[in-house]
């Protein structure tokens, strides 16, 4: 469902807002005071307040069932309606916020209890999370992390047949703001044959898309390729912090353990799959030599329109920094045109073997660095590996993060043509 891109709002700091016009309206779970916990919709600097409309009667039919289920305390129920409630709710809310609704004088009468300012309200994990997995769908940076280890065979044979990934710890998703605890662990130092224990010496973020599941499937049914994307509630952004010292001397035989589990912080607010679908485009082309995908994971419509054109972006801001009074610096800029794999080619791959997903499962995309310095989501890679440095303004080097360190990630969606529309931010700062 596009909405027009002349379309603006009575809430007026929605017209022209860098992430939350009236074009996006996306869902999460908010409080203010002592208030309880309950849905909202972003729509510019304020939270509309699902429950306050619902009590007012701004709601019927579709859209009121739809809304009931996203004024709770999680999204989970709403995420299992699909794309049939998330339709009715984005349909009536366009309508309800449009600067020319045919409530907007009763609207704007009940403004204080149906608006609440962003700034003064606090921002919750959108849904609980079941099960999390995180995938390893940016080529550049598997092929970037690869030449570090196997220089000469960056990329193992499976990459280009599988939509590699591994289970995570949901128990440890915080949202947006939260501190990072520097995590504890097993290192094995540079020659040296016993291991030692200790603070993570070598940590790092990754620039990542939430992938959120809508309707999930029984278990021991798949979900097939065409229809993947009606399982697709919508996205987010994610940090999957990473101790690279520790994950060096755990990940073989079976791959991440203690040093991605720690912390995997999220951005608070879920742009549906209906607000992005002005930004769909084809998946890039794969390059010449590379295998077909197997037929399981090849749909035409897929190809044609499964990917989407997000610009992502990473910065850093120091202790140092904002003693200083310094704005953050941007690291690097990349977009999801770097997956390999489309979100739904990772969604079938991960139920194909008869695996249950559920309303509020997470996936993350993994690492999207593109191809040249500036693009690269991880400091791993900036620094390669930590032989070289990241100059700061303040005159700060960093090779991997410290103390104090705030790590902020921002995505936006544009188009000719279009409103753009973003993600809001996704913050942490690490704390010893």
Not at 38 to 62: E, H, K, M, P, T
Not at 183 to 201: A, E, I, R, S, Y
Not at 331 to 345: D, E, I, K, P
């Amino acid at each position: 469902m596009n909405t027009p891109a002349h379309s603006r709002s009575w809430v007026t700091s929605a017209n022209g807002h860098a992430d939350f016009p009236l074009q996006n309206l996306p869902l999460g779970v908010f409080s203010r005071g002592d208030s309880a916990r309950r849905g909202g919709v972003a729509i510019g600097d304020s939270i509309f307040d699902l429950q306050a409309a619902l009590a007012a009667g701004f709601f019927n039919g579709a859209a009121r069932g739809a809304a009931e289920a996203a004024s709770r305390d999680q999204l989970n129920d709403f995420f299992a309606l699909g794309a049939h409630g998330r339709r009715a709710l984005r349909s009536e809310l366009l309508h309800l916020l449009d600067e020319h609704s045919p409530q907007r004088a009763r609207l704007q009468a009940s403004s204080k209890l149906l608006l609440h300012p962003m700034s003064e309200c606090q921002l919750h994990m959108p849904a609980r999370v079941g099960d999390y997995t995180d995938f390893y769908v940016g080529i550049h940076h598997a092929m970037n992390v690869g030449k570090l280890f196997r220089p000469d065979n960056p990329l193992l044979p499976n990459y280009k047949y599988v939509p590699i990934a591994y289970h995570g710890r949901a128990s440890t998703l915080c949202v947006s703001g939260s501190p990072v605890k520097r995590p504890d662990g097993q290192t094995l130092p540079p020659d040296q044959d016993v291991p030692q224990f200790g603070p993570c010496k070598r940590l790092d973020y990754e620039l990542e898309m939430g992938v959120w599941v809508g309707p999930g499937n029984p278990d021991g049914e798949p979900i097939g390729i065409a229809d993947a994307q009606q399982h697709i509630a919508g996205l987010c952004l994610l940090n999957d912090w990473s101790a690279r010292d520790l994950q060096a001397w755990e990940y073989q035989p079976l791959g991440p353990f203690l040093s991605k589990s720690f912390a995997t912080t999220l951005s608070p607010w879920v742009v549906t799959a209906e607000a992005l679908a002005p930004f769909r485009c084809p998946q890039p082309a794969r390059p010449e030599g590379d295998p077909q995908p197997l037929p399981y994971l090849l749909d035409e419509a897929d190809q044609q329109g499964g990917a989407l054109d997000i610009e992502l972006e990473v910065l850093l801001l120091t202790r140092q920094m904002k003693a200083q009074g310094l704005p953050a610096q941007v690291l690097a800029r990349s977009n999801t045109l770097n997956m390999y794999w489309t979100v739904a080619q990772m969604l079938t791959h991960h139920s194909v073997n008869g695996c249950k997903l559920q309303p509020g499962d997470l996936f993350g995309t993994g690492t999207l660095s593109g191809p040249q310095p500036g693009q690269f989501g991880s400091l791993l890679e900036m620094t390669e590996g930590g032989k070289h440095t990241v100059e700061l303004p303040s005159g700060e080097v960093r090779r991997f993060l410290e103390d104090g360190d705030e790590v902020i990630l921002r995505a936006r969606c544009q188009r000719e043509g279009q409103v753009s529309i973003g993600f809001g931010e996704c913050r942490g700062v690490v704390v010893g």
